[in-house]
């Protein structure tokens, strides 16, 4: 197609209605008339979206992308449409251009289809570009399409070329780099575009023609043909957010690989978290490439959320028709998996321990915890901080992770493994979003604590998970008791009651574990395998009722007798796996009841103690820092 605007040059229908040009040619100013010829008769089209004109004398080249989005007044009826390919071509691949010749003074101008070959991937401006080499590139080529003949669509919008009058070739911007434009506009035309080629499978059959003809793929990568399939049903999917840094980053961030950095350009609709994992490298430990991934947890979660759909229950099928064929079936189940038998209440799960050399110094951790198979580090431990710097690194690291499984608005469990003089921080009235100044990490999520002791012991863990099995289906009201660390309750005492008496699971401390006595009677609990214990933060435990010594651990001796009595009656009918949402629940409820009330949520702390949730002991490899590469770098 001819285009007549800023200056003379080309562009091509990407969907109905839309044509995709350089903003050098056609324009940069939203809402531009601009004189459109395709197949001898004119149109007249309007800038819809474009990035920014070139400014000042030094300028050679418009700024990165370079791109405009036309409508088209009166589109001509059952026009074509290309198929846009999100990837670039590796070195040495055949491309075609097709275009207009810089010498051109009218609209009667034949069109010129230019034979090129891909030189890889460059970058211009700072920015990913596509470098066309043993071709000549004229400028009237600039805005048209540049044809992959491995994949059979279009990757790249011709740019500008790299010396006239000669056979050097050029640069062309990846069709990916649409994105950039306004998000609304390109949401519009790239659903436009997906729904075409539903509807019209031409342009597939010919794909599908130019990847048998061409070598075969590698049986580890998905098929050009799969992946259209994905990005069919994709394009159906509700929910192309237009938030930024928001759903579609935090999903992208939750199929790569540890340590992935969120792309330069914004993720805008679903095919574009697709595109972007699929570029990635496979993953190291031979799982599922991470775009099937990522697909995955799409249809997860639409079943999750609405009891599925027609559109989740295509996508779940074609997860395990392509990861079946990939000999990557049980991980695609294990992906795709929503029952809690399975182990697979996710959660974030943050870990301070000290470091060996300096015990004032702390390493911070953090990993996604989907199932006992599938727990991801999120980012490299950190070096030895102190304290506060720990503390400050490890809200930092859950901010993000909480990002990445579903957002503040979506309540989920977080695990903070700690040493015992930190479990009494105020973890619940965190204020990590600056936004919502408001609210607290406590009354957003489920926060609960576990013990760091019992998880880098071993010989601790039997007695753990039998006094965990005691809590099964019961409510944990009728089994807690009271421990002080006074009197009858001092540590050989307490230890000697541990050993005779499996049933007890559930601890109500008379304080902070980081105070006087309790801190001694903590320290046995943790060593005897007691899984669930609460107190209140910052609590000093009460002075000795009278002359009443504290008796052994048991139902009705509690030097603090009215905790233990509000804690009973509140969690009554709160079973073990409930406990996390109760105690959330418990922290939003101090605020709303009765302000005048001494509410057991407005300090609560829950130290609640899962074996079947424990992070890797071994040394865990750093998680990569950079963005991974594409197959052919």
């Known amino acids: 197609m001819f ?25 940069a100013q939203p809402e531009e008339r601009v004189t459109l010829r395709w197949r001898g008769d004119d149109y007249e089209a309007v800038i819809c979206a474009a990035s920014e004109e070139a400014v000042g004398a030094g300028w050679s080249l418009w700024p990165y992308p370079d791109l405009a989005i036309l409508e088209l007044v009166e589109p001509p009826e059952g026009h074509p449409c290309v198929w846009l390919d999100g990837s670039l071509p590796e070195t040495d691949t055949p491309l075609t251009a097709v275009g207009f010749t810089d010498t051109l003074e009218s609209y009667t101008a034949s069109e010129r289809r230019a034979q090129l070959t891909s030189g890889g991937r460059t970058a211009l401006q700072g920015h990913p570009m596509l470098e066309i080499v043993a071709g000549e590139i004229n400028l009237g080529l600039s805005g048209g399409p540049v044809l992959s003949h491995a994949s059979g669509g279009v990757c790249a919008v011709v740019k500008a070329t790299r010396q006239e009058d000669s056979a050097m070739g050029g640069f062309g911007t990846p069709v990916d780099a649409l994105r950039c434009l306004d998000p609304e506009v390109y949401s519009r035309v790239i659903r436009a575009h997906d729904r075409f080629h539903q509807a019209d499978n031409r342009w597939h059959r010919l794909s599908d023609r130019v990847e048998t003809d061409s070598s075969e793929a590698p049986s ?15 394009a159906t999917m509700p929910s ?21 950095q969120p792309p330069d350009r914004p993720l805008v609709a679903h095919r574009d978290v697709y595109a972007e994992l699929a570029a990635r490298m496979l993953p190291e430990d031979c799982g599922l490439p991470y775009q099937l991934a990522y697909c995955a947890d799409l249809a997860r979660e639409a079943d999750a959320g609405a009891g599925g759909s027609d559109i989740s229950r295509k996508l779940h099928n074609q997860v395990l028709i392509a990861a079946g064929r990939l000999q990557l079936g049980q991980e695609a189940l294990l992906r795709l ?8 209440r996710p959660s974030v799960i943050g870990m301070m321990r000290h470091s060996l050399r300096d ?7 953090v990993w996604r915890y989907r199932s006992q198979l599938d727990i991801v580090p999120a980012a490299p431990e950190s070096p030895g901080l102190p304290l506060q710097e720990g503390l400050e690194h490890l809200a930092q690291l859950l901010t993000e992770q909480i990002d990445v499984m579903g957002g503040m608005s979506k309540p989920g469990l977080i695990e903070l493994i700690l040493p015992s003089e930190v479990l009494d921080e105020d973890f619940a009235d965190w204020k990590l979003w600056p936004s919502s100044s408001y609210s607290t990490l406590g009354r ?65 401390l008379a304080g902070s574990p980081r105070s006087g006595p309790v801190a001694q009677a903590y320290e046995v609990a943790v060593a005897s395998g007691v899984p669930v214990m609460m107190w209140l933060r910052g609590a000093d435990p009460s002075p000795p009722c009278g002359d009443r010594p504290c008796g052994i651990p048991g139902r009705d001796t509690c030097p603090d007798h009215g905790f233990l009595a509000q804690a009973r009656r509140t969690l009554a009918d709160t079973e073990r796996d409930a406990l996390p949402e109760r105690i959330c629940a418990l922290r939003n409820a101090a605020l709303t009841d009765d302000p005048c009330a001494d509410h057991i949520g407005e300090r609560v702390v829950m130290l609640w103690d899962d074996p079947g949730r424990r992070v890797p002991r071994k040394s865990l490899a750093p998680a990569a820092s950079a963005e991974e590469g594409r197959p052919n770098e």
């Not at 080309?10 to 903003?23: H, I, K, L």
């Not at 998996?337 to 697979?344: E, H, I, R, V």
């Not at 015990?359 to 951790?365: D, F």
């Not at 541990?498 to 109500?508: K, S, V």
């Open 3 to 27: 285009v007549h605007g800023l200056r003379e040059g080309s562009g091509f229908f990407v969907a109905p209605g839309f044509v995709v040009s350089c903003a050098h040619v056609a324009g």
């Open 220 to 234: 580890d990568y998905l098929s050009r043909a799969e992946d259209r399939q994905f990005l069919d049903l994709l």
């Open 240 to 260: 192309d957010q237009l938030d930024g840094q928001g759903t579609h980053t935090a999903a992208f961030l939750a199929a790569a690989a540890p340590g992935t």
């Open 337 to 344: 998996a929503n029952d809690p038998s399975l182990g697979t």
């Open 359 to 365: 015990r004032s110094l702390y390493h911070v951790m």
């Open 444 to 508: 957003k999520q489920q926060v609960v604590v576990r013990p760091l002791e019992r998880h880098e012991t071993p010989h601790l863990h039997h007695a753990w998970e039998q006094r965990w099995q005691q809590l099964e289906n019961k409510p944990v009201g009728e089994a807690l008791v009271c421990v002080c660390g006074r009197d009858r309750q001092q540590q050989a005492t307490l230890d000697a009651t541990f050993n005779n008496d499996p049933t007890l699971a559930a601890l109500a």
